[in-house]
């Protein structure tokens, strides 16, 4: 492409990092973003060239984060039911090398868990240096679904947002980057979400007994996010809000996301630990031996 189209198409793309990101401090007005957004691009058609580039791009950078194994990579996914969580996860880990990632979901914890601190199951849940981890649900739960069930007394969860704040502060000291996304979806789309799993055989699986109880608590549930999103977005480890109703969508703007603080990185493969002249040596006259054989 000529330079001046490159550097044309190049300004047309919006940084999400910044547009989506939660400054420290800043109240949260979910009402006020709208779920639909889609920036500039018009339909799921004309963003796939975009879509396939960061995804093309994520892979790249995920195998030099193991090459490099140095530093690690840690998303949080926080989201309503139904709000593509999975869908997230199955588009951001597409092609990665299965090697240096994984994914930790959050649920109900187990009795063990319960009779430990809230971080004991997460902290150990974040994967060693060179990988990527996926939480699909997170230690934000322990702030959220607890704080609307009154599952335990506010001045219990209140005080969780400095330990939160200061549990990723250590991680990311440790050299774990951490990426936190709510998946904003509006209630019309829960709902619609809800009838294709009724309505389709390969879903209905996905369908829980506590969706519609849940529903009930929607307002409650943006309060708690509202409130955890502010307190908890800090430099180190941001929380970014992503209109999420279009599915293509919210893989676009969190795609790009991560490609952008990976690349960010300037993440480097390791020097050979080898001598590569004497191993070249070795080489052609292996290959010369090779030839004589035949
Ligand atoms: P989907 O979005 O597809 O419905 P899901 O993440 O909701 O998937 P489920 O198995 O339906 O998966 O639900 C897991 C449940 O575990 C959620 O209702 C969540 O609120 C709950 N949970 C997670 N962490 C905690 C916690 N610390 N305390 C209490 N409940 C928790
Ligand atoms: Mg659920």
């Known amino acids: 492409m000529h330079k001046a189209a490159l550097l044309q198409q190049k300004s047309r793309i919006v940084r ?63 989201a309503m039911d139904a709000g593509g969580k999975d869908g997230t996860v199955q588009h951001v880990m597409a092609g990665m090398n299965p090697q ?8 109900t ?16 849940a974040v994967g060693p240096k060179g990988t990527v981890t996926v939480f699909n649900r997170s ?6 679904v607890v704080r609307v069930h009154k599952l335990v007394p506010k001045k219990v969860w209140s005080r969780r947002y400095d330990y939160i704040n ?48 849940e529903r009930e608590f929607w307002d409650d549930y943006m309060k708690a996010y509202e409130d955890a999103l502010r307190e908890c977005s ?10 999420s109703n279009h599915k293509w969508f919210r893989n676009l703007a969190v795609s790009q996301i ?6 960010a990185l300037k993440m480097e493969f390791p020097k050979p630990t080898v001598d590569l002249k004497r191993i070249r040596r070795e080489y052609h006259r292996a290959e010369k031996e090779e030839h004589k054989r035949r």
């Open 16 to 78: 999400y990092s910044k547009r989506f990101r939660v400054k420290p401090g800043h109240k949260v007005k979910l009402a006020d973003i709208d779920p639909d957004f889609h920036s500039t691009h018009e339909d799921e058609a004309a963003a796939k060239g975009e879509i396939v580039t960061n995804q093309e791009k994520l892979r790249a950078l995920q195998y030099r984060m193991y090459a490099e194994n140095k530093r690690s990579l840690l998303v949080c996914l926080q």
């Open 166 to 213: 200061d549990f990723e502060k250590e991680l990311t000291d440790s050299g774990t980057h951490i990426l936190k996304f709510f998946l904003h979806i509006s209630k019309e789309e829960q709902l619609i979400r809800f009838k294709e799993r009724l309505n389709d055989p390969t879903k209905q699986w996905k369908i829980s007994e506590s969706d519609y109880l």
């Open 100 to 107: 240096g990632c994984r994914v930790q979901a959050f649920k």
């Open 258 to 263: 991560l490609v952008e603080h990976l690349e």
């Open 139 to 144: 230690h934000y739960e322990d702030v959220l």
């Open 109 to 124: 914890p187990s009795a063990e868990e319960a009779a430990h601190d809230f971080l004991w199951r997460v902290h150990k």
């Open 234 to 243: 800090t430099d180190a480890a941001p929380w970014f809000i992503i209109p």
